[in-house]
């Protein structure tokens, strides 16, 4: 019996000895033992075997499961050693590429050895405007605490991002937008109209109204060149600053002006919107928004306004004498001292009598009644009409008038009274419309901003101004003049103060489209500013 127990004795030492020998070879390694195997004795069973937790196949399926819900917590505990930014990443990622679904496709688990495996998988993303991204990726796995776990690396999210790396959206540079017209084309050659254009593209940061302007995907990894790997680009480019000019509007403005010898302009307005249609401007600079002229007898509109507003209306009897005597004051000539006698006003007006007008005025308006008239069509108004430093525009001025001589050159748009040829084409809109509107801002998607307020005129007197300026075409000083039908208007000669040659006026309306032609130092308004106007409307 003592000899039985001593040879049991001397089998567990030997045991303990031969796994203890084991234990210090496989020590060596800095990864703990995943399995044991006993020594081969005869005296010994082969029964102790350590095996690691779960597989690669369930760790991956649990690892793509976590990241289709976007788990970002449940992925990190099934990676080894993720880093502390390992969710921010992910973010960054998802940031950058707005994917709408994302699609985790696996494909077969590849063991190499019993401790490591690899997983291939394809990304399918459906990225807005582009549709389907698709590429493909490895997850790593190894067996690490006697547990299957995900060797992470960036690459996991995309394969050419390393570590540091990223990808980043962007919206490629195309430089400044240019101007272009409402339909989004490029504006008519030799339009007259660059200096009103050349400071717009710096108003309007982007396009706006859904207009799509393309953006890019970039892999930028530290100490390399980012590299775009995917983009999207529109069919249709966004165009630039869209402006309130039509094409064919300003090409018929421009070459309206071919062949004439003077500084000249146009200006073409929408009458229910303030809208600016066409400006063609051959007076340097913007001479059409900033440089103020006597307008002559195109602001008889305005005095008229303020007679039909006093009682008098169109059929009124008013004399036209070929010189008008002010009691104790000057005297004031028609031109070339015509004398039609007794007329209506509204003939009056047709001919243009300077008689006509400044009697009436010197006799049933004063100078306060006058000034207010000529403020509600906009006179002494300054507006924003784009184009960046110095893009506003005046409308036009006058002083009171001090004494009745005064009052009477100021009637028919001498002594002080001043205008653009914007702000005239801004009277002839009202009387269209029925009441005067500002202009509004070349680049239509600029922000309006506070404009001024619109002024309406009272019914009797937006009816009888459109019936003494359709007189004018039919038989005043604008009549055979080849003007398309419908057109109606007001002629005007202005005296220039410098003693150089008279300038040339016409405003009026068309459908629901005004104008203003100006002709420096052109003549007559009937010889010089009509027939440009007649080019211009027939070739709308």
């Not at 110095?390 to 036009?396: E, V």
Request: hydrophobic share 40%.
């Amino acid at each position: 019996m003592r000899n039985r127990a001593l040879l049991a004795l001397v089998t567990v030492a030997a045991a303990i000895f031969v796994f203890g020998v084991v234990g210090l070879v496989v020590s060596g390694r800095q990864e703990p033992v995943m399995v044991a195997t006993p020594v081969a004795s005869p005296t010994l069973p082969r029964t102790l075997e350590l095996r690691p937790d779960g597989s690669p196949d369930e760790t991956a399926a649990a690892y793509f499961d976590a990241w289709a819900k976007g788990d970002y917590e449940a992925m990190r505990d099934l990676v080894d050693e993720p880093p502390a930014d390992f969710a921010d990443q992910h973010r960054q990622f998802e940031d950058a590429a707005l994917s709408n679904s994302m699609r985790i496709t696996p494909g077969t688990v590849k063991r190499d050895g019993d401790e490591t495996a690899e997983v291939p998988f394809t990304q399918e993303r459906d990225e807005p405007d582009k549709g389907p991204w698709r590429f493909d990726s490895v997850l790593r796995l190894a067996v690490r605490d006697a547990t299957w776990k995900v060797l992470w690396t960036p690459a996991v999210l995309f394969p050419e991002i390393e570590a540091g790396g990223r990808l980043v959206r962007t919206t490629p540079t195309t430089g400044p937008l240019r101007p272009v017209t409402r339909e989004g084309e490029e504006f008519p050659q030799d339009s007259d109209a660059d200096a009103y254009l050349d400071g717009l593209a710096g108003q309007v940061a982007a396009p706006t109204n859904g207009v799509e302007v393309g953006w890019e995907l970039r892999v930028e990894n530290p100490a390399s060149p980012s590299k775009v790997v995917l983009a999207y680009t529109p069919k249709q480019q966004p165009a630039g600053v869209r402006t309130t000019i039509e094409w064919s509007v300003q090409a018929a403005a421009a070459r309206a002006l071919d062949g004439v010898p003077q500084r000249a302009a146009i200006v073409a307005i929408r009458p229910t919107t303030g809208e600016i249609l066409a400006v063609a401007d051959r007076l340097g600079g913007r001479g059409a928004f900033e440089r103020k002229y006597a307008p002559g007898s195109t602001f008889k509109t305005v005095t008229a306004a303020a007679l039909l507003g006093g009682g008098l209306a169109p059929d009124t009897t008013v004399e036209c004498p070929a010189v008008y005597q002010i009691p104790f004051h000057r005297a004031i000539p028609n031109y070339h001292d015509e004398d039609h006698g007794a007329v209506t006003l509204r003939h009056a007006f047709a001919l243009s009598c300077n008689t006509t007008f400044a009697r009436l005025t010197v006799e049933r308006l004063n100078a306060d009644r006058l000034v207010e008239q000529a403020r509600a069509f906009g006179f002494g108004v300054q507006g924003e009409n784009g184009g960046g430093e110095g893009g506003g525009y005046t409308c036009g001025s006058l002083k009171r008038p001090e004494n009745p001589d005064a009052l009477a050159e100021d009637s028919f748009g001498q002594g002080t009274v001043e205008a653009t040829p914007l702000c005239m084409a801004l009277v002839a809109a009202a009387v269209k419309s029925g009441e005067w509107r500002p202009a509004r801002p070349l680049a239509d998607e600029a922000s309006q901003g506070e404009l001024p307020q619109s002024v309406p005129l009272p019914s009797n007197v937006a009816e009888g101004l459109r019936d003494m300026m359709s007189a004018v075409t039919v038989d005043g000083t604008a009549a055979e003049a080849h003007l398309p039908e419908g057109v109606a208007g007001k002629t005007g000669t202005a005296e220039d103060w410098q003693g150089g040659q008279d300038h040339a006026w016409f405003i009026g309306y068309q459908g629901d489209l005004a104008f203003a032609v100006f002709v420096e130092h052109g003549g007559t308004g009937r010889s010089a500013a009509v027939p440009i106007a007649a080019r211009f409307l027939k070739a709308l």
